[in-house]
């Protein structure tokens, strides 16, 4: 499916007001533009319930900004949502008119459908994800069940960052609240003993600051995964407020972290996960899920980004699904596996405009920190080892290669080595791959070729078939008939 027109969300919440512009497959919609004003609608409340002055104003000021923006843009679909600070407030119905008066169609979600939305996003960038999805935003904290592609009833609580008290006394109050909403639905029985899967901006906060204190190699916070014990340390790690956190959290969001790292905690108690995982998606991707038909929900978001990777860069059109059906006969690989190997296979062919002597650091740098969901830092590490060994370079960095097992990363080799003999035979053309096989038979990796077409496995070609045999400890044949 060609790439559908871009679309624009902004998200008015309680702690920020944001702008994001979506372009590329609808599957896994990719941001060209992303703006966020740190607006606190929701830092406090005056008695009658009314929205805050300032933040009031900051707020207008910052959506006629993006009404600017999306004309000139010539984004032809925006959808405009609000969360909890204007669905508590007292004049959050005037608040919305103005934003109408400024050209903006803004709709209040219910606490059940932002539940709801939060589930969707996170099944949208981790299909397959199965327990318990909490979304803390500055005024509120959903809850919500995942399983099996879709959401449970979620339950909503005032529990935002902006709204608990970290002192004994707020953390005695928060806690009464939760245990209460708990006890009316069926949420703890979902999280027990499966995933939590943490959105939103503090709790990503929270992530960095726990990579920060780990050293962990890669920047995403996509799928960083956290056992569930870590939620006390991360109290302790925040009080400390590591200097270095300066340069990686705006000022603004490191403040709520006291506040997100005291509810995590919290949630670990009651609901005892096993794993504690982080979600870049949320609401703004569950409201794009949530507009697809089932056949393209259930495609792949990380094949599908992939695919479209490349768009004109490639030499001689796509041909990376060729190029993993060529090699793979070698290869006894399980579905799981078996992704990440078509996605390597897909980008392959991306970096051929890079200098030589730099394609393998390219194509290593496209892998590690490319904008690739439904994939964790060890998938993103067993890609780049294949797309190393693809460009003829040797072995990752060892504290990335420490994110895989041996194994792993000896098959990523192995696929790198088999991907360089096809791009090699081919020359980036997929009709050859078309007349040309491999098989394993008796033991050896043999290459069949056309009779009359022998002279496409030439000297290049025959070594590279001897390095990939060499590399999965077998003989290696040239066929031709």
Known sequence: MADAEPVAIIDIGSNSVRLVVYAGPPR?????????????LGSGHDPSGRLPEEPRERALAALKRFQLLIDQMKVKQTRVVATAAIRDAEDGPQFVREVRRIGLDCEVLSA??????AGAGVLSGIPGASGVVGDLGGGSLELVGVADGSTSPGISMPLGVLRVDVSADGERAARKVLRSALDDSDVRDRARGRVFYMVGGSWRALARIDMLATDFPLPITHQYGMKPARARELRKLVARADPRTADMIAPARLATTPAAAMLLELLVEELEPSLLVVSAYGIREGLLYSALNPGERNKDPLIEEARAAGGAEHRFGQHGDLLDEWIAPLFDDPPETQRLRLAA?????VVWQANPGFRAGRAVEMALHGNWVAVDAAGRAIMAQALCATFGGDRLDERIADLCTGDQLQRARSWGEAMRLGQRLSGGVGAVLKRTSLSVHNGAIQLHVRRGEEALAGDQVERRLLRLAETLGREAAVLSG
């Open 345 to 349: 296979c897909l980008l392959a062919d």
């Open 28 to 40: 896994v919609r990719t941001p060209i533009f992303n703006e966020k004003v740190l607006a606190g």
């Open 112 to 117: 059940e459908e932002e539940a709801q939305l």
